[in-house]
């Protein structure tokens, strides 16, 4: 059970990039949530993703030569649905489709990439901490920097882009 939670129920077996394809999976299943069962459902799921990879991640390096196997994707998934929801919850809150704010799950996908593989400040320094901690912090801070910039890339566009578009 561990090695199907840590690896997403097998996505983190995919090839190449796995931690691309698990990113993708929680960007496929956040956009489903948010337009046919709740939106509030991302954030929960932030929460599950969180517990689950803090149980399974270190069960599954207990014993291992390595510390941060491509396969374990769920520290990605609770990263991805943490940056998605910095844009899921006010479209939720506004009543607006994440399909017609298509921005709104993209950003949060190329941005936790970039910071997941370039792991600037914070985010490099959970990495090297190594160990199950250090497999799901990265990403978590990774999510967390992406949500943020996500919501200032909205900000400026709506206040900046378009009204000059209107």
């Not at 698990?22 to 459902?41: F, K, M, N, R, T």
């Not at 490099?124 to 920097?145: I, K, N, P």
């Given at each position: 059970?561990e090695?199907?939670?840590?690896?997403?129920f097998?996505?983190?077996h995919?090839r190449?990039?796995?931690?691309?394809?698990?990113s993708?999976?929680?960007?496929?299943l956040?956009?489903a949530?948010?337009e046919?069962?709740?939106p509030?459902?991302?954030?929960a799921?932030?929460?599950?993703?969180?517990?689950?990879?803090?149980?399974a991640?270190?069960?599954v390096?207990e014993?291992?030569?390595?510390?941060?196997?491509?396969?374990?994707?769920?520290?990605?998934?609770a990263g991805?649905?943490?940056?998605?929801?910095?844009?899921?919850?006010?479209?939720?809150?506004?009543?607006?489709?994440?399909?017609?704010?298509?921005?709104?799950?993209?950003?949060p996908?190329l941005?936790?990439?970039?910071?997941?593989?370039?792991?600037?400040?914070?985010?490099?320094?959970?990495d090297?901490?190594?160990?199950?901690a250090?497999?799901?912090?990265?990403?978590?801070?990774?999510?967390?920097f992406?949500?943020?910039?996500?919501?200032m890339?909205?900000?400026?566009y709506?206040?900046?882009?378009?009204?000059?578009?209107?």
């Amino acid at each position: 059970m561990e090695r199907m939670i840590a690896s997403f129920f097998g996505i983190g077996h995919l090839r190449p990039a796995p931690g691309t394809w698990g990113s993708a999976a929680a960007v496929a299943l956040g956009v489903a949530a948010h337009e046919w069962l709740s939106p509030w459902l991302v954030p929960a799921g932030v929460v599950l993703a969180v517990l689950l990879g803090f149980w399974a991640v270190p069960r599954v390096l207990e014993g291992s030569a390595d510390k941060d196997p491509s396969w374990i994707v769920i520290d990605e998934v609770a990263g991805q649905w943490l940056a998605m929801s910095f844009t899921v919850i006010p479209l939720a809150r506004h009543g607006v489709s994440i399909l017609d704010a298509w921005p709104g799950f993209v950003a949060p996908f190329l941005l936790f990439r970039l910071f997941d593989i370039w792991k600037p400040w914070l985010v490099g320094r959970a990495d090297r901490r190594g160990g199950a901690a250090g497999v799901m912090l990265d990403d978590l801070w990774a999510g967390l920097f992406a949500g943020l910039v996500s919501v200032m890339l909205a900000g400026l566009y709506h206040a900046l882009l378009e009204p000059m578009l209107s």
